[in-house]
C-alpha cells in the first residue's frame, strides 16, 4: 500500500510539473530531447525485436527463478516474466536511441531477464559489446537462445549473483560508457551498484536507473545518486532516471515528459 501511495502520489507531482521540448533551455538537453526522445521515427530492428516479445509472452513454459532477497527460488510462467519484468517497447526503443545518439560501446546491463532489453541495447553498432547480468539461470538460459536466434554475437550474459560477478567484470575492464540498472531494486542494492560503476566512469559515461519511483527506497537511492558530486545533470522521466558526468557550468535536474 506504501509503495502504491508513492507511486502514486510522484506520478501526479511529474505529471504537473514535467516539462516538454520547449521549457527546456539547456542547450544538450534541448538538442537530446529534439533528436532522441521525442524523435518519432522507428529503426527497422525494432520489428524484428517486438516479434520476438510477442512469441515470449505466449510462451506457457515454467521457469524457476531466484529470489535474491530471500534466497528462495519460485516457479513462473514465461509469458508472466514477459508480461511484467520488461521494459516495455517505449522504454527500451528510447534506450536504444540513447545508445545509439552518443555511440556507447562498452554497455552493461543490470538484469537480464528474457533478453529483450539487452536485444536493444545491443543493437545499434557492430562495433558494441553488451555485457549483460542475470541471476536467476533458467531465465537466463532463454535470453541466451534468444540472442542465438538472432544471432547475436556481441552480448556476453554473465550468470550469477550480480554482488559477486559485477565486480569481477569491472576489475577486468577499463571503462564504461553505459549502464542500465535494473536488477535488485533495493536501496543498498542500487547504491551498491552505482558506486561499484562509477569506478569506471568518465564524463561520456551515461547511467540509467530505472523503476526510480517504483518505493520509497529506490526513490533515495534516485535522490541520493542524482546528488552525488561527480553528477552533472539528470533527466527524470519518472519510469526511468537518467545521469550524465558531462562538464557543465552548473549542477542542473530535469523532469521531462516522455509523451
Ligand atoms: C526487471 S528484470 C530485468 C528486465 C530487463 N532489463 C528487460 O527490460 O528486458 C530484473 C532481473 O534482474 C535479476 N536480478 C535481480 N537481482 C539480481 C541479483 N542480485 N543478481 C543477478 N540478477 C538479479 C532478476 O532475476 C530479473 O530477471
Not at 105 to 110: D, G, P, S
Not at 114 to 120: F, N, R
Not at 131 to 160: P, Y
Request: hydrophobic share 40%.
Amino acid at each position: 500500500m506504501k509503495k502504491l501511495f508513492h507511486r502514486a502520489y510522484h506520478y501526479l507531482l511529474h505529471s504537473f510539473s514535467a516539462k516538454t521540448l520547449h521549457g527546456t533551455h539547456s542547450p544538450f538537453v534541448y538538442d537530446y530531447l529534439e533528436q532522441v526522445v521525442y524523435n518519432p521515427y522507428p529503426f527497422y530492428v525494432f520489428d524484428i525485436i517486438e516479434s520476438l516479445r510477442a512469441q515470449l509472452l505466449l510462451n506457457q513454459n515454467i521457469v524457476y527463478i531466484n529470489d535474491f532477497g530471500t534466497g528462495i527460488s519460485k516457479k513462473k510462467k514465461v509469458f508472466t516474466i514477459a508480461n511484467k519484468s520488461l521494459k516495455p517497447a517505449k522504454q527500451a526503443q528510447l534506450l536504444f536511441k540513447t545508445v545509439n545518439h552518443f555511440k556507447s560501446i562498452e554497455i552493461i546491463e543490470l538484469g537480464t531477464s528474457l533478453g529483450i532489453t539487452s536485444m536493444y541495447l545491443s543493437k545499434t553498432s557492430k562495433k558494441s559489446f553488451l555485457n549483460t547480468f542475470e541471476g536467476s539461470e533458467e531465465v537466463a538460459k532463454i535470453a541466451e537462445q534468444n540472442f542465438r536466434k538472432f544471432k547475436e554475437n556481441n552480448i556476453n550474459i554473465h550468470i550469477g549473483n550480480i554482488n559477486e560477478t559485477l565486480p569481477k567484470y569491472l576489475n577486468s575492464t577499463e571503462k564504461i560508457d553505459f549502464v542500465l540498472f535494473d536488477a535488485n531494486h533495493t536501496y543498498k542494492a542500487t547504491l551498491n551498484y552505482f558506486n561499484w560503476c562509477l569506478s569506471k566512469s568518465n564524463e561520456n559515461t551515461i547511467f540509467v536507473f530505472d523503476d526510480i519511483y517504483w518505493s520509497p527506497e529506490m526513490t533515495k537511492a534516485w535522490n541520493e545518486i542524482k546528488n552525488n558530486s561527480k553528477v552533472t545533470m539528470s533527466i527524470d522521466f519518472y519510469h526511468l532516471g537518467i545521469i550524465f558526468f558531462k562538464t557543465v557550468h552548473e549542477k542542473q535536474h530535469f523532469k521531462i515528459k516522455l509523451k
